[in-house]
């Protein structure tokens, strides 16, 4: 499995430490579940020009980057603040951690193995 | 130690659909954050339930057929086939108690 390019990965981190800053919500206890999603949406941005949600399967990638639903934030995410990938975690969750905040190092350890 | 085998869209109908022992399969892909979570409660339950379930992986990215087939949206996606049927699913990173329950009603 290829990793994004640090440029997007470092795009998609900045977003995500300042998203859960804005929201109140917080990174999961496992870092290994930030890094991987993180380093999924960096893909899709990379490939399809928006950071279409990885935990997600799609008929059509394409069709669903226009139809911007699942293009993160989501809307369950912004609604609700419901992330089902457990990015983005409200504090009651019993996954929650209490960071908001990963390396860039961190997460190109922890998804160099895949 | 076992590891749940995977299975593609060229080995699907083979491997589930005409299994003797009920099937429980994960749909997963690798980006995704809670596949990883449940992936050590997966091979716990193929240890657990090993000669009464078999338990296969599907990755969604290079086997779109079978994903699509069977309406995969949100992933993980675990899905428990009798029979050559589709009985049960359940939905994200479960406890394992959860999915050690839907499958006991299948055997």
């Known amino acids: ?114 | 130690m076992s590891e749940a085998t995977q299975v593609t869209d060229a080995s699907f109908d083979s491997e589930v659909l005409e299994s003797e022992v009920p099937v429980l399969v994960d749909f997963w892909a690798p980006w995704c954050g809670p596949c990883r979570m449940v992936a050590p409660v997966v091979e716990e339950i193929s240890k657990d339930y090993d000669g009464r379930v078999k338990v296969v992986k599907v990755d969604t990215d290079k086997n779109p057929s079978v994903a699509n087939k069977y309406g995969i949206r949100s992933i993980p996606t675990l899905m428990i086939f009798k029979g050559g049927q589709k009985v049960d699913m359940v939905v994200g990173a479960v406890p394992k108690t959860t999915l050690a329950n839907t499958l006991d009603k299948y055997l």
């Not at chain 1, 990379?46 to 226009?66: F, I, N, S, W």
């Not at chain 1, 609700?80 to 990938?85: A, G, T």
Request: charged share 25%.
């Open chain 1, 1 to 114: 499995m290829n990793q994004a390019s640090e440029k997007n990965l470092d795009l998609m981190k900045s977003f995500a430490e300042s998203y859960a800053k804005r929201t109140g919500t917080y990174f999961c206890v496992d870092p290994g579940v930030t890094a991987v999603v993180l380093e999924g949406l960096a893909k899709h941005k990379e490939d399809l020009g928006a950071a279409l949600c990885p935990c997600r399967h799609y008929e059509d990638k394409e069709a669903e980057v226009k139809a911007t639903y699942w293009n993160c934030p989501c809307v369950p995410m912004r609604e609700r603040k419901e992330c089902h990938c457990m990015l983005f975690l409200t504090p009651d969750n019993d996954f929650a951690g209490d960071l908001q905040s990963i390396t860039t190092e961190e997460i190109r350890t922890l998804t160099a193995q895949g």
